[in-house]
């Protein structure tokens, strides 16, 4: 019996060592995509619209914020939307937008989209503005 032992430790130990090794396998984590920033600027006239495109790279969150209007005390319409290579197809809006206003959606993947901004009737006169998109 000790015998059978002594010849099998030796046999255990190989094969117990073998298994160890220097390489160390770590889960992958998953990654967190990069978001771009984009601003966009222009004028809107009475009873017109402006409407700028961005490709998102990623899905994940998507954020409009309406940073300037001059003058400030104006109300506007803000939207975000797919872009279609012609027409900005809206699927969120807020037709009472004003400085500081922010939409947010979620896009699931690699996309074209586009903010636009517009009157709601609201404008007398040619109004400054700024919007800053964040998206991944």
Same mark, same amino acid.
Do not use: K
């Given at each position: ?9 030796? /046999?255990?130990?190989? /094969? ?21 920033? $984009? @601003?966009?600027? =222009? ?16 899905? =994940? ?14 109300? !506007? ?13 809206? %699927? ?7 400085? @500081? @206003? ?27 503005? $700024? !919007?800053?998109? %964040?998206?991944?």
């Amino acid at each position: 019996m000790s015998r059978l032992i002594l010849c099998t430790l030796p /046999v255990l130990l190989a /094969v117990a060592t073998s298994a160890c090794g220097d390489d160390v396998q770590t889960p992958a984590s998953p990654t967190t995509p990069t978001n771009f920033t $984009e @601003t966009f600027s =222009g004028t809107l006239t009475r009873n017109g619209a402006q409407t700028h495109n961005f490709d998102t790279q990623a899905s =994940g969150t998507v954020t409009a914020t309406l940073n300037v209007l001059t003058p400030d005390t104006a109300t !506007v319409g803000l939207a975000l939307g797919t872009w279609n290579g012609a027409v900005c197809q809206i %699927v969120l809006a807020n037709d009472r937008a004003v400085v @500081t @206003t922010v939409l947010q959606g979620g896009v699931s993947a690699v996309g074209r989209l586009c903010v636009r901004l517009y009157d709601v009737g609201t404008l007398a006169q040619p109004t400054n503005y $700024e !919007v800053v998109v %964040v998206h991944p």
